[in-house]
């Protein structure tokens, strides 16, 4: 007689483990560079803005300048260090000011009728038909560029698409019955999206941050090389990059540095978006389970 052995769950444990593969990469890289910036706060190789004519265009692996100096003797490693704290300043000002009111727009628009639905709605279609880059184009041009500045562009551009995630989740969350059971028993709107449906959302409003954040950084990297972002004294990576456009046929790491930090952090924080979303979303558990 042929005995069928039952499955195993080896493969269950495979898959659980892939699935938070990205979650694990993505938790290192978001830490190695939340403990860059936070370093950058007790110490610098040296003051990233100050010339050192006698240090300029140095190479890689130069003593006391690890990743070399740029066209003014300017150590590469403490703009880099100072560049992510900026990036950190302006993607997440602009990824947390997109929240609170994505936030709250999107519950008004489930919770509070057709006419607020509506009205939210296409406002948050008319915002999402200009292009974040000409919204920043036009606050640089009227307030002056700057890491504000850039924080208002983000959090314009991001607010609309936060609104329309944060409406579809909540009105999935009051078609349900626990929803109508608290309606029986005569709890008012405020109540129920507080008590019920922020809690139940938490979720998609951690993996949405994750990825307006990094979003955030890329979006300001651009403005920033375009030079309507950050400008010196501060420091970002997209004016480093502009900045190592005029030395690439001389010394191309000076660009290098800087698109490989940028590379490295926007995958690291999609990853743990994505990883947090495999996680967090129920459906997503119950279908590997």
Known sequence: MTITAPAVSVPKRRRRLDLNASLVVGVVLTIGFLAIAIISFFWLPSNPNIPNIKARMMPPFSPNHWLGTDGLG????????????TSILVGAGGASIALV???????????????????????????LSIPGMVTALVLAATMGSGAFTTILALSAFFTPSFTR?????????????????????GRGRLFILARHVIPNIAGVMIVQFT????AGILTEAGLSYLGVGVTR?????????????????????????????????????????????????????????
């Not at 009111?101 to 915002?127: H, M, N, P």
């Not at 005029?246 to 540095?257: D, F, K, M, N, Y």
Request: no cysteine; aromatic share 6%; glycine share 10%.
């Open 165 to 185: 995630v944060i409406r579809s989740a909540a009105m999935g969350v009051l078609q349900e019955d626990f929803i109508t059971s608290a309606k029986l028993y």
């Open 211 to 214: 990825l307006y954040f990094a």
């Open 74 to 85: 300017r150590d590469i490693v403490a703009q880099l260090m100072v560049g992510a704290r």
């Open 233 to 289: 004294p501060s420091i970002s990576w997209g004016m480093m990059l502009n900045e190592a456009q005029q030395t690439v046929g001389i010394s191309s790491p000076l660009a290098i540095w800087p698109g490989l930090a940028i590379v490295l952090v926007v995958l690291g924080l999609n990853l743990l978006g994505d990883g947090l979303r495999d996680v967090l979303d129920p459906k997503l558990k119950r279908r590997s389970a």
């Open 101 to 127: 009111l994505g936030t709250i727009t999107g519950l008004v628009a489930a919770a509070y009728g057709k006419f607020a639905d509506e009205a939210i709605s296409r406002g948050a279609d008319i915002l």
